[in-house]
């Protein structure tokens, strides 16, 4: 069972690799080579990923999010799957490359350096945590596929207003699916992370005691939450639109990631837990 | 296969003669009565604006090119015609030419799969007229499956190739869908009015015009069902449209960039397209500057239609190995049809010889061995023929040089004297 794992721990980054290559290949050059079948090639590498997660929790009887490595392959995974929905469901097939090189980021990172943990701290067997964790993760893949929307919509609109009429302005949706796009994956990261404080705020006393609310986790996904929060109702009311929405939604991520490398590499946080 | 073309169009003559040569689909029924029979048993004759092209099978070996051009230039009265101004092809060439019209890389505009449709049409017209046989229509179906495969596996005829159509193209790189979208169109004068066409023909939601000459504007909205503004009072209106599409002959600017501004701050700044198709403009380009105004003129359209011609252009390789391959397919059906009786009638040969034979000197056996004389014997034949069958076999199934297998059969007949036996049986 263990051999099998670390094969599929080693096979991730290469499955990713090669869909990667092959949505970039579709990307650069277009045609009909691989305009269906990369779609399949993505739905194999989310099965292969989705029984490693499964194989993981049975085996060391704990679901994989104990510590940073662990999340982040299963951030690779939603990341990857959350784009798969999404592109099933809009049948916009052109800006994958953008969204699996996050999902390969993520795996290399974890399958270099992820432990074979069977004993872990006691608070991290909660329920409650997993829930947490789960919805929080599925938050930050929403406002990352978000921030690569809105980056692709800067894109094009930079292009479109300089008549640079190349690559990205021939394979990329309109302008007005990619704020879309942006937009809902923005409302969908919101709606999880507001799940995961609501579930954090209800675990949090139990599980410590003496947590601060000066924590700098939360401050920085308060700041994130906000920040979504502002933009959200902004749009929805009419009040900002293009550039300005998704230009909040980039900064939201960018937000989201420092707070995420600061608590768990540079300052002492309740959120490390190795 | 003696298929003869001759062919008049925008590679080999000014349009002026072309214009003169165009056919009518009244005049093919005309050209056809006359020439059937004359000149042809069979064919073919397609004409657009760009090309007027003869396709048949000559009635004997007496017609050559000279006639068929003379032809068609006395049946039109045109004078001033020089013989570089027509093309000839024959056998292989004419029915590569063609599939070359029919996948669109002769037209003018390449990939223009208009003229899949025109082809499809004149074959259609010569069915109905009695023109077609059973050679032209197998190539007519050849032809229509060489133009389905370039549309369909390369991109030949991908991207926008006008100026109107590249302006679709950008207007739909910006809104997601125009039916929610409404446009206003500046001056309807040519130009203004393809235009309006077009965002009509994509299900604009809501199109206006506005004309210096508010009849020419009435005249074009009943047209396209569209609502006319006045012409001194249309900047008032503005900002409610998402598309202004600007097509006027003035020499002075019609819309300022402080126009521009007034109307996007009454619009919330909500995204607009400025297409200014006049020359000269009627927009003022620093408008572009003004965030969510997406400005562009015939300049920044010609880009678009340029960088989609040079991606057509490389797709002709791949459209030329369809040619090819539906070609050869053409050929080998063709070469089938003369060597299959050939191959009959020299098997027939033999085993008449051989048949004789055996019955002439069959009491010089036993009973016992005649059974074993007619297997040897036909085994005998059949080693002799072997190799003769496979090289016919091998030349029809090779396909473009129908004269080689012509000359092969014609030998082979000529050296056993099958002809003068199917002759005699005919007899």
Redesign the interface.
């Known amino acids: 069972m263990n051999a099998a794992i670390d094969f599929i721990n080693i096979l991730l980054p290469v499955l990713y690799l090669t869909t990667f290559g092959i949505y970039f290949y579709d990307f650069m050059y277009?045609?009909?080579n691989f305009s269906n079948s990369k779609r399949l090639f993505l739905f194999i590498t989310l099965l292969v990923h989705a029984s490693y997660l499964i194989l993981r929790t049975i085996l060391f009887d704990h679901p994989p999010i104990t510590n940073v490595f662990e999340i982040f392959t299963v951030l690779a995974f939603s990341v990857g799957f959350s784009y798969f929905i999404l592109e099933l469901l809009t049948d916009i097939r052109g800006t994958g490359p953008f969204i699996i090189i996050f999902s390969i980021f993520f795996q290399i990172i974890s399958t270099l350096f992820i432990q074979d943990l069977v004993e872990v701290r006691e608070v991290l067997r909660s329920n409650l945590l997993g829930g947490h964790v789960f919805s929080a993760l599925l938050g930050y893949s929403g406002i990352t596929i978000s921030a690569v929307y809105g980056i692709l919509y800067l894109i094009?609109y930079q292009d479109?207003?300089l008549?640079r009429?190349g690559l990205i302005?021939n394979r990329?949706?309109?302008?007005?699916?990619l704020e879309?796009l942006s937009f809902v994956s923005a409302v969908i990261g919101f709606f999880m992370l507001s799940l995961a404080i609501i579930i954090g705020v209800i675990w949090l006393p139990k599980a410590f005691p003496n947590f601060s609310y000066t924590d700098p986790k939360l401050i920085g996904t308060s700041l994130v939450w906000l920040l979504y929060g502002i933009g959200i109702l902004s749009k929805t009311f009419?009040k900002w639109?293009?550039?300005r929405v998704v230009t909040l939604s980039v900064v939201g991520f960018v937000i989201a990631i420092l707070s995420t490398a600061l608590t768990n590499f540079l300052s002492q946080s309740f959120h490390s837990f190795y | 296969m003696n298929l003869a073309a001759v062919t008049i169009n925008h590679h080999t003559a000014p349009v002026e003669l072309r214009e003169a040569l165009h056919l009518s689909a009244e005049e093919i029924a005309g050209f056809v009565q006359d020439a059937k029979g004359k000149l042809f048993n069979e064919g073919l004759i397609i004409s657009t604006c760009n090309r007027t092209e003869i396709y048949g099978i000559p009635v004997d070996n007496k017609v050559d090119y000279n006639q068929i051009q003379k032809f068609l230039v006395n049946k039109k009265c045109v004078s001033n015609v020089k013989p570089e101004n027509f093309r000839n092809y024959t056998s292989n060439a004419a029915v590569k030419h063609l599939f070359s019209v029919i996948a669109g890389i002769d037209s003018l505009l390449i990939g223009d799969n208009q003229i899949y449709h025109q082809v499809k049409d004149s074959f259609q017209l010569a069915d109905e007229l009695m023109f077609t046989g059973y050679l032209t229509k197998r190539l007519f179906d050849a032809a229509i499956k060489t133009g389905k495969r370039a549309i369909s596996e390369t991109e030949i005829s991908e991207g926008a190739v006008t100026v109107s159509y590249a302006a679709v193209q950008l207007i739909e790189k910006i809104f997601s869908s125009l039916n929610k979208k409404s446009a206003l169109v500046i001056g309807v004068g040519e130009t203004g009015e393809i235009a309006a066409k077009n965002l009509k023909e994509r299900g604009i939601g809501r199109l206006s015009l506005t004309n210096r000459t508010i009849e020419r504007a009435e005249k074009v909205a009943e047209k396209l069902g569209a609502r006319i503004l006045p012409f001194n009072t249309f900047k008032n209106y503005m900002h409610e449209y998402d598309i202004i599409l600007s097509a006027t002959s003035s020499t002075e600017l019609i819309l300022t960039k402080e126009d521009i501004k007034n109307s996007m701050k009454r619009r919330s700044y909500s995204p607009v397209i400025l297409m200014d198709i006049a020359i000269p403009r009627d927009i003022e380009p620093t408008a572009k500057e003004i965030d969510y105004v997406f400005y562009h003129d015939i300049d920044s359209l010609n880009i678009i239609v340029e960088q989609n011609l040079n991606k057509r252009r490389d797709e002709i390789p791949k459209v030329e190995k369809i040619i090819d391959e539906e070609t050869a397919a053409f050929f080998n059906w063709f070469n089938s049809l003369e060597v299959a009786p050939a191959i009959k009638s020299l098997r027939e040969h033999f085993e008449l010889i051989r048949a004789e034979e055996v019955g002439k000197n069959i009491n010089r056996f036993s009973n016992e061995d005649r059974e074993k004389l007619e297997i040897i014997t036909k085994r005998i034949i059949n080693k002799i023929l072997h190799q003769p069958t496979v090289e016919l076999k091998r030349i029809s199934e090779q396909g473009q040089n129908s004269n080689d297998a012509a000359v092969k059969i014609s030998i082979l007949k000529d050296l056993f004297g099958i002809n003068n036996i199917d002759e005699e049986e005919k007899h």
């Open positions: 277009g045609g009909k094009l479109i207003k008549n009429f302005f990329l949706p309109s302008l007005e699916i879309r009419g639109r293009g550039k």
